[in-house]
């Protein structure tokens, strides 16, 4: 049986105003580390440093995974997760074989 990842999140409790913002401010750091991937409104962003920033600042590098950087809203949705919990493309059709379901 398939494995689901729930991946956490949190929101902006200030806009991001341009593409180019390096330090982002988060509603909670929980969970976060260096090496992650924040995705907001579709962009990717590389978690660079939390330690050395008063909370709620988080140091990014944008547009990662090339999503291309851009401004995002007071509030939006900001999801935390592993490289490898992301797609690279949106998935389209139907797996290769039948899945096996188990009760």
Known sequence: MANLVTLA??????PI???????ISLASRDGVR??????????????LDVTTLPAPWVKVGRGKDCTGGRPHSNG?????AEGYQLYDRDPVGLPPTELLVSP
């Open 9 to 14: 999140s949190t929101t902006l409790p200030v």
């Open 17 to 23: 105003l341009d593409g180019s913002e390096g330090v």
């Open 34 to 47: 260096v090496g992650m991937r924040l995705v907001c409104e579709g962009e990717s962003m590389e978690v």
């Open 76 to 80: 939006a949705t900001v999801w935390i």
